[in-house]
């Protein structure tokens, strides 16, 4: 079955950067769009960024355009989010999320990490 599983989390002050990793196994990665998602406490889950099977087409929500960079190994089946220029309204748990498809517009994500907490100070 397809594992998602995060790693990078962790505490850092406003304007550092942290790198999130997500390893994926199950399906052949390449063939599946990833996204990372954040939920911070007391709000509901929200987008952060996707990119496609083949790391060519990426989008992301207005709040990190510009801070966070989304990219991808496929030779390493991971999935990775830079976050540059953190602020306090950035801290929450962030998961990463495989996609039915290869695009960044079709399809659901349908496959769950078990999330990584990103806290920033400030």
């Known amino acids: 079955q397809v594992q998602l599983v995060e790693s990078g989390g962790g505490l850092v002050q406003a304007g550092d950067s942290l790198k999130l990793s997500c390893a994926a196994s199950?399906?052949?990665?390449?063939?599946?769009?990833m996204g990372w998602f954040r939920q911070a406490p007391g709000k509901e889950r929200e987008f952060v960024a996707v990119i496609s099977g083949s790391g060519l087409t990426t989008s992301y929500a207005d709040s990190v355009k510009g801070r966070f960079t989304i990219s991808r190994d496929n030779a390493k089946n991971t999935v990775y989010l830079q976050m540059n220029s953190l602020k306090p309204e950035d801290t929450a748990v962030y998961y990463c999320?495989?996609?039915?498809?290869?695009?960044?517009?079709?399809?659901?994500?349908?496959?769950w990490g078990q999330g990584t907490q990103v806290t920033v100070s400030s």
């Open positions: 999320a495989q996609k039915s498809g290869r695009t960044t517009y079709a399809g659901r994500f349908e496959y």
């Open positions: 199950g399906r052949t990665f390449s063939n599946y769009a």
